[in-house]
Every structure is written in C-alpha cells, then in structure tokens.
DNA sequence: TCTTTGACGCTGA
DNA sequence: ATCAGCGCCAAAG
C-alpha cells in the first residue's frame, strides 16, 4: 500500500458534509509532515468525481485549492451544497468552520 | 544529477 | 496577534 493510494482512498471516505485538513490526512497515512504531498496528490485528482478533493482544505478551514477547480468559487459551492458552513473574516476571505466539520477518519 | 516549485504545518521570537 | 524559518518529498525542467 502506498502513501498516495492511502491518501486517495482516505479522502474517498470522507462523508458529505465534513472535510480533513492536508496535515491530518498525512498524518493519518503515517507521513505527519508529507502534509504537501497531500496536496501535490490532490492535484492529479481534481476534476475527478470518485475523490472529493474539495473536502480538503489546510489547516486553518482556508480553500488554497480552489484554484485548481473548474472556477474559483466552484469548490466553495460544492461544499455549501453539502451542508458545509463558511465563517468570514473578511469581505473575500472565507473559511469552513474547522470545529463544527471536521472529520477524524 | 541538481534545482525549483508547491492545494502544508509547527515552533519560536 | 504576527512573522520568519524549517522540515518534508514528489515531479518537472
């Protein structure tokens, strides 16, 4: 089994509704600190349908890849369509509430 | 081969 | 609260 597999299939499980942080996930495949792997793997699997790769964000509830979606704002749609709620700092800075969807595995 | 580049996270000042 | 520095490792040029 290989780090990438098990990060690919960890994300797999994750329910609708919740989302993991990068470091969580490379934590929970025995790799604490390959949290950017997590990320570099995510991006072979964005557009794929079979890894909800936008119920990953980093630490802090912040989207750093909605960049690497079809649109901008499409990764913050998919998640408000789960269920899924932003909290705002800012006008344009938004992040998901870590406390209230964060997923253990 | 060596260097650069990231969808990151923790610690210490 | 804010900021710089370090660790970590796969892929591309």
């Known amino acids: 089994m290989d780090f990438r597999e098990k990060v690919i299939e960890l994300v797999k499980?994750?329910?609708a509704g919740k989302v993991m942080s990068y470091g969580q996930i490379a934590a929970h495949c025995g790799q604490r600190?390959?949290?950017?792997?997590?990320?570099?793997?995510?991006?072979?699997?964005?557009?794929?349908?079979?890894?909800?790769?936008?119920r990953v964000v980093n630490r802090n509830g912040y989207l750093t890849g909605k960049a690497h979606f079809g649109s901008p704002d499409a990764m913050e749609k998919m998640l408000l369509a789960e269920g899924i709620e932003f909290l705002e700092s800012g006008d344009n800075d938004i992040r998901v509430d870590m406390e209230k969807h964060r997923w253990e595995g």
């Open 13 to 15: 499980r994750i329910p």
């Open 33 to 54: 600190s390959s949290a950017r792997m997590v990320g570099y793997i995510m991006n072979d699997c964005a557009g794929r349908e079979d890894v909800p790769c936008h």
